[in-house]
């Protein structure tokens, strides 16, 4: 069966689906494969190294007769409509295919009579470790993030003794201790700053220690969501967060905000208030930009300057992290694709079961049917449940 590798089209996206050392591990299960070229270049992949992998190459002109006869596709972004309208009945496509941002795209793959799996909703099961993409590429946000603050500070990270006297190390607060905080607090510590970390998740206490950050505990009510993720706040909850959170905010010569959930635009942290007593020159940094940001005047892709007493702090707005460092995050998702694939693929046919719970999980659309949930609620095909969001 054959298996296609577009290049990206989104605008910033360096990534690329599959590295030639995934393409030979699918060659090995009998899957024919073929990249457009130049899909991997941005990533540092070259087309010489997908040919000695065993993928056949085709230019941008043949896209179209590439996609026609694909029985899979796989891609990081959702493939834009006119791509999916190449498609053949049955196809499958792989990619991050948000079911509350991309319903455009979820209702051409409907109208297309493809299987669409998502690598947003991989059950979180042991199971399927090895096929999470949004671990593996929070994984790359997180280290990108704390990198980003180090380049923007007036400051030094680590305390260093020298001959003109001593410098203090900075002081990083990382709000939320998912995959991508974990990954913040490490690559600050090693950076030596002195970090501290907040999640409403109680049960994450002993994580941020194995980082080497102090937990920071705030006498409220714990909200342990499913699937190792938070529940979502209510406004009381989270100005009584808020307030609590403010002192440590000011103290911080760096912020790092990483929290999410699933499905819903991203809690507000910090607020203006929350920053005005912060030092100038701070800087903090908002991983949940793109779906809504975790601090109030944050924006995807930009800095933006607040002014506080004697001078101001900067907001960076982040974009695209993991493609800022694409040869990696580009090997881990491409490692995240292979393990979903062998999950369903024998003798070189791929044939995703929809009994078993890793397909169903993460199928945006079966067969032309739309399945999840949330994509239904998208596209209005179901009524929200009375009391929902």
């Known amino acids: 069966m054959k298996l296609v590798i577009p290049s990206e089209t989104k605008i910033g996206e360096k990534r690329v689906a599959l590295t030639p050392e995934a393409v030979a591990k699918l060659v090995k299960l009998g899957l024919t494969i073929s990249v457009q070229a130049k899909a991997g270049l941005s ?11 065993g993928a056949k190459l085709f230019e941008k002109t043949s896209l179209d007769r590439e996609l026609a006869s694909a029985q899979v596709v796989a891609t990081v972004r ?20 948000s079911p509350t941002t991309n319903g455009t795209e979820i209702r051409a793959l409907a109208r297309a009579g493809v299987t669409a799996l998502s690598f947003d909703l991989v059950p979180r099961i042991s199971r399927a470790q090895s096929m999470d993409a949004l671990t593996s590429q929070a994984l790359c946000g ?46 600050a ?34 909200l342990e969501g499913s699937g190792g993720y938070a529940k979502e706040m209510t406004k009381e909850r989270t100005k009584a967060q808020q307030d609590a959170l403010k002192p440590y905010v000011s103290e911080a010569d760096i912020v790092i905000t990483t929290a999410a959930v699933p499905g819903k635009k991203a809690p507000l942290l910090i607020t203006k208030d929350m920053m005005s007593e912060m030092k100038p020159g701070s800087v903090l940094v908002d991983l949940a930009a793109e779906s809504g940001g975790n601090i109030q ?29 694409a040869t990696h995050s580009s090997k881990l998702y491409a490692q995240n694709v292979v393990s979903l694939l062998s999950l369903f693929t024998e003798k070189g046919k791929v044939q995703p079961d929809i009994e078993d719970e890793v397909v169903a999980g993460s199928a945006v659309v079966y067969k032309g049917e739309v399945r999840n949930e949330t994509a239904k609620l998208t596209l209005g095909l179901v009524k929200p449940q009375k009391g929902s969001k």
């Open 189 to 222: 510590k090693r950076l030596g700053g002195v970090v501290s970390a907040y999640d409403v998740r109680s049960s994450s206490a002993d994580e941020v220690k194995s980082m080497g950050a102090t937990f920071i505990t705030l006498n409220l009510d714990a």
């Open 142 to 187: 997180g280290y990108r993030a704390a990198l980003i603050a180090a380049e923007r500070s007036t400051k030094f990270f680590p305390m260093l003794m020298t001959a003109a006297g001593t410098v203090t190390p900075a002081k990083v607060l990382v709000l939320g201790a998912g995959v991508a905080g974990l990954q913040a607090m490490a690559t």
């Open 78 to 97: 959702p493939l834009p409509t006119r791509a999916i309208a190449k498609l053949k009945k049955d196809a499958i496509t792989l990619s991050f295919l």
């Open 43 to 53: 990533a540092t992949y070259s087309d010489d190294a997908y040919k000695a992998a």
């Open 297 to 325: 005047g944050s924006i995807a892709g930009k800095d933006v300057l607040v002014k506080v007493p004697d001078g101001s702090i900067t907001i960076v707005g982040c974009k695209d992290l993991p493609s800022q460092i």
